[in-house]
């Protein structure tokens, strides 16, 4: 079984493994059993994922990373174990967001963007949304956005900005609230560095303010993200 099929045989048992605690994580999130069906969303209770770390394989929320070939080539996943704890002396707080695609030369979290090849083959029309994470990915998409990637990271390296400026005109950023400032300008400098003649690329964002984060925040309060986005969208 070559690397490939052992990732897809892992998929195909996270996302068909949808334990009490995962749906109850999930409906706070407010994500529909519908739209994790869509995107393979799954629960990982401890098995071990190739060139993963091996104390973080327990309780997390899965997603499948596709290339342009219809493989699995990567998992990035939400860590439900994140109260701080002890590791020797020192107090250690464990990160949120783990991926084996962290420790692949080939696939990078640098070199990736979640979901692009779902929106260049299914609803491809020169404009994208562009976001942090996985679930604000899939929030954007349950309220009807479906041209959504994400970068799964909020420091877009200058590959990604490459990938985004060959395929789409029209590029609108809705990266949490801390992304307000200095990494927006970080977005902006990675793509004059790689396109120093940038006419043709419109770049917008999406401005959040307090108390909510991201658009996934707005999705759970109830609240209509799709309203939010149009009123709240400024040029970069």
């Known amino acids: 079984m070559n690397y490939f099929q052992q990732l897809k045989k892992l998929n195909d048992f996270f996302k068909n493994n949808w334990p009490p605690e995962f749906q109850r994580y999930m409906k706070s999130r407010g994500i529909k059993p519908s739209t994790a069906k869509e995107f393979e969303v799954g629960y990982n209770g401890g098995k071990l994922i190739i060139n993963f770390p091996s104390n973080y394989t327990n309780n997390l929320i899965t997603f499948p990373m596709y290339d342009m070939f219809g493989r699995v080539v990567a998992f990035r996943c939400r860590n439900l174990d994140t109260a701080p704890r002890k590791m020797g002396n020192l107090d250690y707080e464990p ?130 993200l799709l309203r939010f986005i149009k009123e709240n969208k400024q040029i970069i």
Request: proline letters at 5%.
């Open 95 to 224: 990160p949120r967001y783990i991926g084996n695609h962290n420790y692949l030369a080939l696939y990078e979290a640098g070199r990736m963007i979640f979901n692009l090849p779902k929106v260049l083959t299914k609803y491809y029309n020169r404009r994208v949304f562009v976001v942090e994470g996985p679930f604000d990915m899939i929030s954007l998409w349950q309220v009807g956005i479906k041209n959504v990637v994400s970068l799964n990271t909020n420091n877009m390296s200058e590959i990604q900005a490459e990938i985004l400026y060959r395929y789409f005109d029209k590029i609108v950023f809705v990266l949490d609230d801390g992304a307000s400032g200095d990494e927006m300008l970080m977005v902006k400098k990675a793509f004059i560095k790689t396109h120093p003649h940038i006419g043709k690329l419109q770049l917008l964002k999406v401005k959040f303010q307090q108390p909510y984060k991201d658009p996934n925040d707005i999705l759970s309060n109830n609240l209509d």
